[in-house]
Structures are given as C-alpha cells and as structure tokens.
C-alpha cells in the first residue's frame, strides 16, 4: 500500500507561480514512476507529468516549458507563467509494478485572470 499526501494548492494570479508537493508513505521502495494528473471542471483527467525512479521526466504538451516535476523523497510541480486554462485539482499518482496505481486526494489549484 501507498499513501499519497498532496499541498501546495492554492489562489495564484494569471503569470505567478505555484509549487505542489506529494508525500509518499508506505511501500515507497515499490514505486517505479510518479507523477501529477489535473482534472478541470468539466473536463476529463489528464497527464501533467511524470518522473520515472531514475528521473526520466515526460509532460504534456500544454505545460512543457513551464512546469518542471522533480523527485526525491517528495515529488514536486514547480509551475510557473500560470494560465486560467491551468486551473484544476491536481492529483499525485505513484505507479506501482505495471497494474497498480496510486491517487492522492487531490489539491485545488486556481489562477486568476
């Protein structure tokens, strides 16, 4: 089992900054990749980024160049040049083996315009 603690969420202007954290606990050694998934209202789930155990990263088209996750006992989305479109509840996952992924609760994330 994994447990996910997400923060960092917040209010944020249109061109700030925010940085999100995920704290892992439980069967940490089992988890291969991290990564952080956004829903907006309305709107179906989708891949931010993710970071593999030997920190191999991928982002989603809509956030490269803007949005760096890195890992080490935490993992982190330092999201910078915030966007209204960006406004979601974020949600850590870790990927554990090739069948089991893990979710956190959630964390709000709302930029103004």
């Known amino acids: 089992q994994v447990q996910l603690v997400e923060s960092g969420g917040g209010l944020v202007q249109a061109g700030g900054s925010l940085r999100l954290s995920c704290v892992a606990s439980?069967?940490?050694?089992?988890?291969?990749?991290m990564g952080w998934y956004r829903q907006a209202p309305g709107k179906q789930r989708e891949l931010v980024a993710t970071?593999?155990?030997?920190g191999s990263t991928n982002y989603a088209d809509s956030v490269k160049g803007r949005f760096t996750i890195s890992r080490d006992k935490t993992v982190y989305l330092q999201m910078n040049s915030l966007k209204p479109e960006d406004t979601a509840v974020y949600y850590c996952?870790?990927?554990?083996?090739?069948?089991?992924?893990?979710w956190g609760q959630g964390t709000q994330v709302t930029v103004s315009s």
């Open positions: 996952t870790a990927a554990v083996g090739s069948s089991r992924t893990y």
């Open positions: 439980g069967s940490i050694f089992s988890i291969n990749i």
């Open positions: 970071i593999t155990r030997g």
